[in-house]
């Protein structure tokens, strides 16, 4: 980010104003800010764009950066945001594998939405974490742009590792790991209140535990809740009868959560393929890339 652009973002906006007021203005600056910015897509979904506001806390020069940040990404890890086709075999392939989405309308007792992540197939040879992925940033962004996830809204992310075992930790390498963690601590706006993880065995907690808690932020580290089949810790977080069939509760199953959410991307195809395949062009970029991630390199 140039000087110039630095002086167009820095500084909060006024305390004084209420906090839609505060979001509002942050938006117009980000608006502002873009239309100098000739390597950034033109962006004409401002839903995004609160989400970056609230997600930022009110500074505008974090939220020019994150914002920059967020498209930059497309254009260094290719991995995980090209090739955004719902109709692509791989995708079709990982809602058999896994089930990856929101709880629909439900919140938890502190307003939270809750993302389900779990197994629906237990072979190794299924689980491909490439296209699990690509599909997870693909909700989050149809999310975001349809308005569903509120930008103050937290996130308790729940994931049963009922099946989980060495071979699926074997076709997850350090890198990607890497990468994925940064997309959700520096790149995505999401406000993660909890990780849950239920169905633990020793394998799995050790790898949590060694592997990937340490690749967190101390805040984030503290929101990591790690159980074997201690339900009742689960549900001291989240009520039960709000939950999912497989975890006791009065909800959806989790096959039904798959095939909605394979239907909704669908649905938003045509998005996909153009706006929501947007990245930035470093070819017309004016000063710094705002990423520095080993292993993430523009082609």
Known sequence: MSSTDQEMCIGKCDKTESEEDNLSAIVLRLKEWLNNQE??????????????AAATKGNCMRACKRLDTYYTIRTLIPEFFALRDPSDEEIKRS???????????ITSPDGCRIFVITLLDQDPNAFEIIS??????????????????????GVYFLIDAKGASV?????????????????????YP??????IFINVNDFIKMTITTLVIPLFR????????VYGNQFDKLYSLIPKDILPLEFGGNGESV???????????????????????????????????????PGCCIM
């Open 255 to 293: 096959h039904e959560i798959s095939g909605r959410s394979m239907q909704d991307l669908i649905d938003h195809r045509t998005w996909f393929l153009t706006e929501g395949s947007s990245a930035s062009d470093e070819n017309k970029r004016r000063g710094k890339c705002p990423v520095n991630l």
């Open 167 to 187: 071979g699926h930790v074997m076709k997850i390498s350090p890198a990607v790991l890497r990468k994925a963690v940064f997309c959700a601590q520096d790149v």
């Open 132 to 153: 699990y992925l690509r599909r997870v940033y693909m909700v989050f962004d149809l999310y975001y742009i349809n308005g569903e996830l509120n930008p103050r809204q």
């Open 39 to 52: 390597h950034l897509p033109n962006i004409t979904n401002e839903k995004l764009l609160y989400h970056i």
């Open 95 to 105: 809602f058999k594998c896994l089930t990856a989405n929101f709880l629909p309308n």
């Open 218 to 225: 101390s805040k984030l580290r503290r929101r990591f809740h």
């Open 190 to 195: 999401i406000k993660v209140k909890g990780l």
